[in-house]
């Protein structure tokens, strides 16, 4: 499912479309969303570097780390930071958010730390100008793409941080116009949806073709997952579930689930396992029948006879077609006569004139297919 998500991203927005759009959300009960945003910025970063991928670049809205992590993560997952400046720009909102740093820096002439970073970063101190956040953003994608039809990425690591600084109508304003961008192939972003109002995270829900949900779970005494208690000992923060919920385009909704385990390395996804001897069959909702036909029951449904079927014992397959031969008039003249003098019973007989006079409306269609 991970990978699905991956590959939404690495194909981006069909031409005249909204591009793809991808919420992360977690809770305090289970705070992993950004190890989940960081794997996608890593897999994304990945494919664009190998030119797998519809996007050429990606900018980052860094507002919940600082651009040295970044440099960071990038390091230690093996890629070239030197060259990264012609595919990746980090937006620092991170540092200085409303530029009250920069005004008490002046009189001390302290330097700025991001022009010591050995990544394109560029700082933005005004947050809550969102419109002018969006003009910041598509300046700084087309300086890594070009103003040709090539595309990039924004990947923003807190939607929350926003929301703190702006209004939920110019956040999801914000969204909206990243969306319908003529060179964005992608969105992803971050939302504690427990900091929030239910009506903050089900509008950025709406505007977002997936939403990745963080949960936890535990086992209960019937073997069953269920959600956390408020208990401390109960909760496992190395582990929980991973929900999809994905917008398709003909208007279905797929949702799927995953585990996920966070280690040293990283978070990594697999398929929902058996845990304590109990299968996933154990959380299909039970039923009162078998679903699953017997050894006998096979048997004896192999035996039955469907209707029109020729079966093959040695007798020649008659195919009527309407029409029937001398021998078989003459003897329906006979069977006829003998059944009037046996009784008073009519019957319409009807020849077909010809083989161009279409067959009568209760001949059986299907009486030609040897099936």
């Given at each position: ?32 969303a950004f190890h989940v945003f960081s794997h996608i910025l890593l897999q994304l970063s990945s494919r664009i570097t190998t030119q797998n991928s519809q996007s050429r670049g990606i900018v980052v809205v860094a507002l919940s780390r600082s651009p040295a992590y970044y440099i960071a993560l990038l390091k230690t ?295």
């Amino acid at each position: 499912m991970s990978e699905s998500i991956g590959r939404t991203l690495r194909d981006g927005a069909l031409e005249g479309e909204l591009a793809p759009t991808l919420t992360i959300k977690d809770s305090l009960s289970s705070p992993f969303a950004f190890h989940v945003f960081s794997h996608i910025l890593l897999q994304l970063s990945s494919r664009i570097t190998t030119q797998n991928s519809q996007s050429r670049g990606i900018v980052v809205v860094a507002l919940s780390r600082s651009p040295a992590y970044y440099i960071a993560l990038l390091k230690t997952k093996g890629f070239d930071v030197a060259s990264s400046n012609n595919w990746i720009h980090i937006l620092d909102c991170y540092t200085d958010p409303l530029g009250w740093k920069e005004k008490i820096r002046k009189p001390s002439n302290v330097t700025d730390p991001s022009h010591q970073i050995p990544l394109a970063t560029s700082s933005y101190k005004t947050v809550k100008d969102i419109d002018k956040l969006f003009s910041v953003i598509t300046e700084l994608g087309r300086g890594l793409v070009g103003d040709s039809k090539a595309r990039f990425s924004v990947a923003i690591d807190s939607l929350s941080e926003l929301l703190r600084h702006a209004s939920l109508q110019s956040v999801a304003a914000l969204v909206g116009n990243l969306r319908s961008h003529e060179q964005i192939s992608c969105i992803f972003g971050l939302l504690h949806s427990d900091l929030h109002e239910e009506k903050a995270a089900a509008v950025l829900e709406y505007m977002s073709s997936m939403v990745a949900s963080v949960d936890p779970f535990h086992h209960s005494v019937n073997g069953q997952r269920g959600y956390l208690g408020n208990s401390v000992s109960e909760q496992n923060f190395t582990k929980g579930k991973f929900n999809v919920r994905s917008k398709r385009r003909n208007g279905r909704v797929r949702v799927t689930c995953e585990e996920f385990k966070v280690e040293l390395g990283g978070i990594s996804f697999s398929n929902v396992s058996s845990v304590d001897g109990t299968t996933t069959a154990a959380l299909v909702p039970k039923v009162q029948f078998n679903l699953q036909l017997s050894e006998k029951e096979l048997i004896d449904r192999a035996k039955v006879v469907l209707p029109f079927e020729h079966q093959g014992n040695g007798k020649p397959i008659q195919i009527y077609d309407g029409r029937r031969s001398l021998e078989e008039s003459n003897s329906e003249t006979t069977h006829n006569s003998s059944v009037k003098k046996e009784g008073d019973i009519g019957e319409i007989i009807y020849f077909r004139d010809s083989d161009d006079e279409m067959p009568d409306s209760d001949e059986d269609p299907d009486d030609d297919l040897d099936i």
